[in-house]
Every structure is written in structure tokens, then in C-alpha cells.
């Protein structure tokens, strides 16, 4: 066919010179025949006619054929659709299900995965992680000197420190606290962004310290500033110093962070990390600049810079040995940009596009069976066809015509009900996926529709029609449509097969997901998160040191006192803790809590090649018992270890066995960074501080009373009003400081199930997957016995005739069923197999090979197609030996 | 045979005159081009010279047929240099061709032998 169409494209290419030919000839033997030249000509054009029209004739000899049979096809195809009803919403609905599925799937995959990050050149944009994998410990941030070594290193164009943290803005109405990034002055040039009002930093700046320059989002410009048209300029003050508007970055700008919060950064500030009030000397140690980007130069690829990267770390690490102790291993990976915005969802959204995958191919082998049982019905039809002359490609054709025309019903009805539906499903979202604001039905997500309903069309259509096309014409006359071929029951046998292999693997993969989280929820927090509540404040800090008034213990000390005293007189509260923020129980941002200070156990054979970074929590003494925590050995914190005595420390269990062989922790001492010896004074029972998926680690508890804290959090159990305690708490903080702001108001109980929220929604969507993949099976196996026992009505009847018991007959119908239900769930175990292994990083307390899940899966499967057969058994009892054998 | 497609039918008389004529054509062009291959002009000649001027051949419904004779691939072309040392298409007949010609002259003399059967005792009775 395709061959031929080729020719027809050059014949008429080639017709118009053709045509020219003809006349020419024609003109001649005219002129032969005595006409002059001109009239010759003539007589000729007018013989031949309009050549355009000729051509237009032609043309349409080879269009107009095919599009006229498909004309007909689709014609027919839809009257074939309107005659059974029945079957066509069923093949509709399970189409607009499964396509509606896949599509919303892949529009999250599109907006999060596939789509390049909005900067230029996205593919040079890369995170810099700093590891001390002999530490224990995975992206530490970098120091100074390392900065300036990767900037001269020749690998990249910019190199640029990124530290998110908050910030006290004042002098409006209220103070307030903002959402900061600082950055080095060539961040802007880094990632090409360039605001919609001013300019951005200069990226030459060479100053010593901040610069006192920032630029504002559009929000905080609208918001705060109510839009004011002369912002540039502007003055504000931030954490007591003076800083100057110099350019507001568009609405549409986000910050290629982590986390929602590293997204939607409100107000941007430069260091130049030189001079004070940075680190002067600043030692490789320091590890003060916790994440950094850089955009490779151009024409190096990730591979060729990690390879010099090592090359150059290799050397510092020989260079500055005491700096780099071998023991730690340090090493510096390139994470491209995308990886790490996106790297915590991917996993997650792979499962759920396999998993929609997996039903769609379920729904199209379901309408595959129903398409099949019809054919029986319309075996005649072909015949007749085949017998008129039909040839068996152009019956493929039709049938297919028939199959993607149903596709595409339910695509449309489909993508109707996913653009009805989206603002209820973009809720379901946990919105800790990145770049919400992305997902759409763009060019990527209508091609994948396309393609996905073209395959679905012809996949579930192929079968059904290889099996029309096959009825021999004499035959299916014959037999007036009566029956089955065995090579159709054959094909309708393996596809309830494969439905069952295929549901098998979702709900394999679904009970996994389903265990792990049901053991996350019922994990021992290790606290207890019931009617506490926690708002924020902040303290400021200056640029100067010398002018924080909260720069000691000792100096915050009466703060915190008369803030007590006044807390706790707020209605429903019964108990009042502070702490820092990274006393927080399964806190994300952990980029704007201070980083964890290299530890020193006194006695530890670790010794000081290798000091582990440890998480450190800094809290009142009240903190312990508000929480729930368990004290095993020693004593709490008291009011009494204050800035003038002895440090003191908690810690729990999992820090006590790892660092202290013998367990006996109390008395024992270390030090954190270069900070004083700290002794041991009580042991507590683990908590899940960190994720509720990690048990065991070690953790440190400091006293606030000694070391102080400027990001605060006050815990409060009681029954406190949630929508009031912010107003409250703020008006008790502002008595006491007006300049504090108060914010970030949290229930734990609300924040324990946010930390869950994406396993959340993967378990919910592939739990969906596998009860709709068990309702097709046992449709499928249903429709598949329904039939058997139809066209075995004559047979049951002799048997019945021959004194079968209904037993008897029960167990031959199930017998057939629960053979394809078993078949299909062994293959599925296999499936089942791969399925779970890939899983296995999701997974949580459960082992991908969970003898139980595996086990219940199955009997699950067995159960559907148990009742998947029970109405065609009881269908069976009732024939009426007599009647049956009667009827032909 | 009595495929009605020409684009230009209007009126219901006017359709089945021109299909006829259409399916006639597509026959006499096979039988022309049994004698070996010749390009469309000479097609054109040949047919009105060998019906001694009876059936005068609308020149502009040669080509749609030629092409619709190359599409169901029962005729083929070549190009080659004509007389006068210019191209021109040869068209020439294929196997399938030939089956088909013998099939569609074998019909057409049939029903010719029929509609003859029918019109001669009519015309014994005028």
C-alpha cells in the first residue's frame, strides 16, 4: 500500500509535464495536418481540457479512496457501537478511567520530571554536595576557602553559597518575618533570572561582609509594600539592620530549592563572604555555607566535571591533611540541579506511572475480552463479508476503526473528567511536590494521550479482530453464528490470565505500600504528639554581634522568663516549653537551623580524625516531660543549669550506645565544635526527631539556659485554641519585645502526618490501582464464565439429565475459573516479585519479600475470582435439563 | 466496474453515463496496452482508431484512469525517450493486469451478448 502511494506521489509530481507532453503531441499532428502553429496549439489545449481540473482528478484517484473508507469504516464502526449499548459505555467508562488516570499521572511526571528547570541552560545547572562519608554524614555544606577553590577550579562559570533562613523585617506595621536566601552577589547571574522592577546584585562585588543591597519577591512587594510604585530604592530593616530595595524579582520566579519553603524565598541577600562578620580566618573546617550551586562552563558535561572535581579534591585532601583527615573521606558530588529539586518525588511518581500503566493495561485486555465476546456474536457478519469479497486486512481495519473510535470516547471522557476534576485532585496533591504550578495539559501531556490512547485502541482491538478476520467465510455461514471457535476461547482464556497476573502485581504492590505505612503510624514516635501546639518566634541577629541584645544565654535569660510567666496564664494550656527549631519533631526545612557543630567524645576511640556531626537540639528544661519523652537514666534539665554553671547535656539512647560502649553515659563528656566540655547528666528514650522512618539516631540535647537560641519554638500541650493561640502567643511575645515576630503556628499531630504525606498519596493512588485492577479481574473472570456457562447450557443439562448433583456442577464451573484465576496468580507472583523489589527503597518496615503480603495478595485474587464465578455457578444450578436439551 | 466516483456526477442520468463510460475505458486501455507499452497520446489514438472514430475519448479522463489502473497495480509504467528524443511515461500492462483483462472483457462480452439478446426480438417486432 505504501509502496503504491509512493508512486502516486511522483506520477503526480511528474503529471503536469506529462500533460504538457500530450499536447504537444497532440499539436503536432494537428500542424501535420496542415493547421498553423498557434491554432494547432490551441485545438490541442482545448481537446485535452483544463489541466488543473485533469490534476485535481487525478489527486483525488489516490486520496480521495482512503478517506472514504475510513469514512464508511467510521460510519459503520459507530453504528456497531450504537447497537450494543451495553457494552460500549462499560468500554467507554473503563477507558475514560484508565486514560483520565494515566494522563493526570503523567501530567505530575511532565511538570515535575520532564520538564527543564525555567533557567537558561538548564542542563550546566548543578548542586554542589560536600560528603564526609567516613563521618557518617552526606552533604555538610562547604566552607570558604573551598568556595574559592571551586570558583578557580575552571569548571564552572559561577559558583554561588545558598543559605535559606528567615529574617525579623521591621519598621512596617508589625514586624514580620520573612522567608531569606543569601547568596553570593552572583546568584542572579548564576541562574540568568532577571527581575521585573531594578536590577539584581552586581556580580563583580568585591566589599568585605553583606552587601546592603536586597531584592524583594513580587509577593512580599504587594503584600507587604501594598505595591508601592517607588520601591526601588526603598529602605527596610531586617534583624536590626539597614538594608536598600534594589529590584523585585517577577511572580513567576522560584528558587530552584528543596523544599516548598526553599521555593518561595521573599527576600534575596548577598554576602561577599569576605571581611566580618564572617569567619576571618576562615578554616576549611568550617563548614558555614550549608548548600551551594554552580553552572558548569559550557561544553562540559557532569560526568568530565565530577571526574576533575575528584581529581581536585584528591589533591586538596593531600594539601591540607590535617584539614581533610583521611579517615573522612571528604568528596564533593555534582547533583544536577533538576535531580535534586525533583530527587525526593521521583521514585514515588515512577511507582504511580508504572502502576496507571499497569491498569491501562488491564482496562484494554477487560474491553479486549468484551470485544471478543462479541465477535461471536457477529461471526456471521464477517463471514457474510469475507464471502461479498472483503478482504481480511480491510476486515483488521474495520475492527480497529471500531476499537480506536472507542479509545478515543474514552480518552475524550477521560481528559473532560480530569479538567472537571482538577482543582478537587491538584488538592489531593501533597504539596511538598515541586513545581506544582508546572502541571497542565501542555504539548507533552496531549502527545502522551494520543499515544496512549492509539495503543490502548489497537491493543485491545487487535485481538478481537485477528480473531473476526480469521472466521473461515463457509464456515461461520454454516454454523449461523452458533458457538465458539476453541481459538477464541483460547485467546479470551489468556487474557482473563493475564488480567489476573497483572492485578496481582498491583496488589502485591499496594499491600506493600500499605503495610509500610501502616507501621510508619503505628511506629513508636518516641513522643507523644497529641494536643501539643507550636508557634515560632525569632530572635534577631545583627550583623554586629556587639549589638545583639540577645547574644548570651545569659543576656536572653530574662526574656524567656517573663515570656513564661505570661504564657502560661493563656486559656487551655497547661504546659510551656521552648526550644530551637531544630528541637522540631520531623522538621523539613532544616537549612535555616544552625548546622550541626562537629562532636568530641571524650574517651571515644574515633578520636579526632573522624568527629561525627551528631543532631543537636537545644531546649528548656520543660521540653522533656511537654513532649512525652521518656527519661531511662539521670536526670532531666533543670532551671539550675544555667549560663553560670556547668554545661550540661541529654542525650538519647541511640547516641549513649554508639558513642559509650560500656551504655553508661552519665558523667561522661564532650564538645561540640570548639565550644566547652558538656557532661552527660541524663539519658532519654529514642524519638523519631528526624523522619519517623529512621530509628536510632543519635541525638543531643543541650540546655537553652546555657547556650541560647535565636530561631525559637514555644511548645504548648493543653486545649489551646487553634485558631487563636498565634494571636495570643503573639501579643505575650510582643509585650515583652515588640520588634519579635510571631509565626508558623503547627498542631504536631498535623505536622507528624504532613511528614507522611507523599507515602500518603503514593499508597492512596496504588491502593485505588489495585482495587479497580481486582474489580476488572473479577469483571473479566465474570464475563469470561458467564459465557462458558452459556454455551455449555446443553451439556450441563445432559449431565444434570444424568443425575449430576449440583455439586457437581458448581464444581465444574469453578474448576474452569479457578484454573485461569491460579494460572494467572502465579505469573503474577512473579511480576509481583520485580514489582516489590523495585519498591524496596519505598518501603518501611516490611520486607519487599513479606511472605504475608504476598499471601493475602493472592488469596485476594483467589476471593475476586471466587466471586467472580459464584453468579455464573448459581446460573448453572438453575438450567433446566429439559428445557436446555429442548432448545436445539 | 459500475463504480461511481467521478467527482463531476451532478445529475443521477449524467452519473451513470460518464461511470459507464469511466469503467469502459479503464477496459479499453487494458486491451490496448496488450499489444505492449505505449504512452497516454498514443493510448488516446490507438482507441479512436481502432472504433473507426465511434468512440471519441474524453482526453482529460485518460489520465485519472491511467492512475487509477497503476493504483490497483494492474498497469505499470516506464519512462523512456520517445520518437523525437523527449521523455514520456510508457505504459504497460501488468500480470494482474492481464488476469484482469480477461476477466473484465470476458464480463463485458456477456453482458454485451445479453443486452444484444434482449434488444433483437424488439427490434424483430418494431
Redesign the interface.
Known amino acids: 500500500m505504501k509502496f503504491r502511494r509512493r508512486i502516486g506521489h511522483r506520477l503526480l509530481r511528474d503529471l503536469g509535464a506529462d500533460l504538457e507532453e500530450h499536447i504537444e503531441r497532440e499539436a503536432r499532428e494537428n500542424m501535420e495536418r496542415g493547421m498553423p502553429e498557434a491554432a494547432a496549439r490551441r485545438a490541442a489545449r482545448i481537446k485535452l481540457g483544463n489541466p488543473a481540473r485533469i490534476i485535481e482528478d487525478t489527486r483525488e484517484v489516490w486520496v480521495r479512496r482512503w478517506l472514504e473508507t475510513l469514512l464508511q469504516d467510521f460510519t459503520f464502526a459507530l453504528r456497531m457501537l450504537r447497537r450494543t449499548p451495553g457494552l460500549t459505555v462499560v468500554a467507554i467508562l473503563t477507558m475514560a478511567l484508565s486514560i483520565g488516570a494515566a494522563t493526570g499521572i503523567f501530567s505530575l511526571v511532565d511538570a515535575t520530571l520532564l520538564h527543564p528547570l525555567p533557567y537558561a541552560h538548564p542542563e550546566q545547572l548543578v548542586r554542589l554536595e560536600d560528603d564526609l562519608p567516613g563521618a557518617g554524614a552526606r552533604d555538610v555544606g562547604l566552607s570558604l576557602p573551598e568556595w574559592e577553590d571551586f570558583q578557580h577550579s575552571g569548571l564552572f562559570q559561577f559558583v554561588s553559597p545558598t543559605q535559606y533562613d528567615d529574617n525579623n523585617l521591621t519598621g512596617g506595621r508589625a514586624p514580620q518575618q520573612v522567608r531569606l536566601l543569601m547568596a553570593a552577589p552572583n546568584y542572579f547571574a548564576l541562574l540568568q533570572a532577571t527581575p521585573e522592577l531594578g536590577r539584581t546584585f552586581d556580580p563583580n562585588f568585591r566589599g568585605p561582609g553583606f552587601l546592603t543591597e536586597v531584592v524583594i519577591s513580587d509577593g512580599l512587594w504587594r503584600g507587604t509594600f501594598g505595591g508601592d510604585p517607588n520601591i526601588l530604592g526603598r529602605s527596610l530593616h531586617m534583624d536590626t539592620d539597614l538594608y536598600r530595595v534594589i529590584g523585585v524579582m517577577p511572580p513567576e520566579y522560584h528558587d530552584p530549592g528543596r523544599d516548598p519553603r526553599e521555593r518561595n524565598v521573599e527576600v534575596w541577600a548577598a554576602d561577599s563572604y569576605y571581611g566580618p562578620p564572617n569567619f576571618v580566618p576562615w578554616p576549611r573546617t568550617v563548614r558555614g555555607m550549608p548548600t551551594a550551586i554552580a553552572r558548569l562552563r559550557p561544553g562540559l558535561t557532569l560526568e568530565e566535571a565530577q571526574q576533575r572535581m575528584d581529581a581536585l579534591t584528591a589533591a586538596l585532601r593531600q594539601k591540607y591533611p590535617g584539614d581533610y583527615p583521611a579517615a573522612a573521606g571528604w568528596r564533593v558530588r555534582l547533583v544536577p540541579l533538576q535531580a535534586s529539586v525533583t530527587g525526593e518525588v521521583r521514585p514515588t511518581l515512577l511507582v504511580l506511572l508504572t502502576g496507571v500503566g499497569i491498569i491501562l493495561l488491564i482496562g484494554c485486555v477487560n474491553i479486549a475480552n468484551l470485544l471478543l465476546a462479541r465477535t461471536g456474536a457477529r461471526r456471521q457478519e464477517m463471514a457474510i463479508r469475507r464471502a461479498l469479497g472483503g478482504g481480511r486486512l480491510r476486515l483488521i481495519r474495520q475492527m480497529l476503526t471500531e476499537s480506536l473510535l472507542l479509545a478515543s470516547l474514552g480518552a475524550g471522557a477521560g481528559l473532560a473528567l480530569l479538567y472537571g476534576a482538577r482543582n478537587p485532585l491538584l488538592q489531593l496533591l501533597p504539596p511538598s511536590l515541586p513545581r506544582l504550578n508546572a502541571i497542565g495539559a501542555q504539548g507533552p501531556v496531549l502527545w502522551f494521550t494520543l499515544g496512549v490512547t492509539a495503543a490502548a485502541g489497537v491493543l485491545f482491538g487487535l485481538a478481537p479482530a485477528l480473531q473476526a478476520s480469521r472466521a473461515p467465510a463457509a464456515a461461520g455461514l454454516r454454523d449461523a453464528g452458533r458457538g465458539s471457535t476453541g481459538a477464541r476461547k483460547r485467546m479470551q482464556r489468556t487474557l482473563v490470565v493475564m488480567e489476573f497476573a497483572l492485578a496481582l502485581v498491583l496488589v502485591i504492590a499496594g499491600g506493600l505500600l500499605l503495610r509500610s505505612f501502616s507501621k510508619l503510624t503505628t511506629v513508636g514516635l518516641g513522643f507523644r504528639p497529641e494536643s501539643v501546639m507550636a508557634v515560632m518566634t525569632r530572635m534577631p541577629y545583627p550583623n554586629d554581634p556587639m549589638t545583639d541584645r540577645y547574644r548570651t544565654a545569659a543576656q536572653q535569660r530574662p526574656f524567656f522568663q517573663k515570656l513564661a510567666a505570661g504564657l502560661r496564664t493563656l486559656p487551655g494550656v497547661k504546659e510551656v516549653a521552648f526550644a530551637d527549631n531544630a528541637a522540631f519533631p520531623l522538621a523539613h526545612d532544616r537549612d535555616n537551623q544552625t548546622p550541626p557543630l562537629p562532636l568530641r567524645v571524650e574517651g571515644w576511640r574515633g578520636g579526632d580524625d573522624q568527629r561525627p556531626l551528631v543532631d543537636q537540639a537545644i531546649v528548656a528544661p520543660e521540653y522533656f516531660h511537654l513532649m512525652g519523652m521518656t527519661l531511662l537514666r539521670g536526670r532531666e534539665l533543670s532551671d539550675l543549669d544555667a549560663a553560670a554553671a556547668a554545661p550540661v547535656a541529654v542525650v538519647n539512647q541511640a547516641m549513649a550506645r554508639r558513642f559509650f560502649p560500656d551504655g553508661n553515659a552519665i558523667g561522661r563528656r564532650f564538645q561540640l565544635g570548639r565550644g566547652a566540655w558538656t557532661t552527660v547528666v541524663g539519658v532519654v528514650a529514642d524519638a523519631r526527631a528526624e523522619k519517623i522512618e529512621d530509628s536510632d539516631v543519635p541525638e543531643i540535647y543541650t540546655a537553652l539556659y546555657q547556650r541560647g537560641a535565636h530561631h525559637l519554638v514555644i511548645f504548648f500541650r493543653g486545649t489551646m485554641n487553634a485558631g487563636q493561640i498565634e494571636a495570643q502567643v503573639r501579643a505575650q511575645v510582643q509585650a515583652v519585645d515588640p520588634t519579635l515576630p510571631v509565626f508558623g503556628t503547627q498542631q504536631l499531630p498535623a505536622a507528624v502526618a504532613a511528614s507522611l504525606a507523599q507515602r500518603r498519596f503514593a499508597m492512596d493512588l496504588v491502593g485505588c490501582f489495585a482495587a479497580a485492577s481486582l474489580l476488572l479481574a473479577g469483571l473479566g473472570i465474570f464475563g469470561v464464565m458467564a459465557y462458558t456457562v452459556g454455551e455449555r447450557r446443553r451439556e450441563i443439562g445432559i449431565r444434570r439429565a444424568m443425575g449430576a448433583r449440583g455439586r457437581d456442577v458448581v464444581r465444574l464451573v469453578l474448576r474452569e475459573g479457578m484454573t485461569l484465576a491460579i494460572v494467572g496468580a502465579m505469573l503474577g507472583l512473579g511480576g509481583g516479585v520485580a514489582a516489590a523489589r523495585a519498591l524496596a527503597g519505598l518501603l518501611f518496615g516490611v520486607s519487599w519479600s513479606d511472605p504475608a503480603t504476598f499471601g493475602l495478595s493472592a488469596a485476594a485474587l483467589i476471593a475476586v475470582a471466587l466471586l467472580g464465578c459464584y453468579l455464573p455457578a448459581r446460573r448453572a444450578l438453575r438450567v433446566d435439563p429439559m428445557a436446555s436439551l429442548r432448545e436445539q | 466496474m459500475l463504480r461511481c466516483?467521478?467527482?463531476?456526477m451532478a445529475t443521477r442520468a449524467e452519473k451513470e453515463r460518464i461511470a459507464l463510460l469511466q469503467g469502459t475505458l479503464d477496459l479499453l486501455i487494458l486491451q490496448t496496452l496488450r499489444r505492449g507499452p505505449l504512452?497516454?497520446?498514443a493510448i488516446v489514438?490507438e482507441i479512436e482508431q481502432r472504433s473507426e472514430a465511434v468512440l471519441l475519448v474524453?482526453?482529460?479522463?485518460l489520465?485519472?484512469a491511467l492512475?487509477?489502473l497503476?493504483?490497483r497495480?494492474w498497469i505499470g509504467?516506464e519512462e523512456g525517450p520517445s520518437e523525437n528524443n523527449?521523455?514520456?511515461?510508457y505504459y504497460r500492462l501488468t500480470a494482474s493486469g492481464k488476469k484482469q483483462l480477461a476477466i473484465e472483457s470476458g464480463k463485458w462480452e456477456r453482458m454485451a451478448g445479453a443486452i444484444a439478446r434482449i434488444l433483437r426480438p424488439a427490434e424483430e417486432k418494431a
Open positions: 466516483m467521478s467527482p463531476r504512452h497516454g497520446h489514438k474524453e482526453q482529460g479522463s489520465y485519472p492512475h487509477r497503476i493504483r497495480g509504467f523527449r521523455r514520456a511515461k
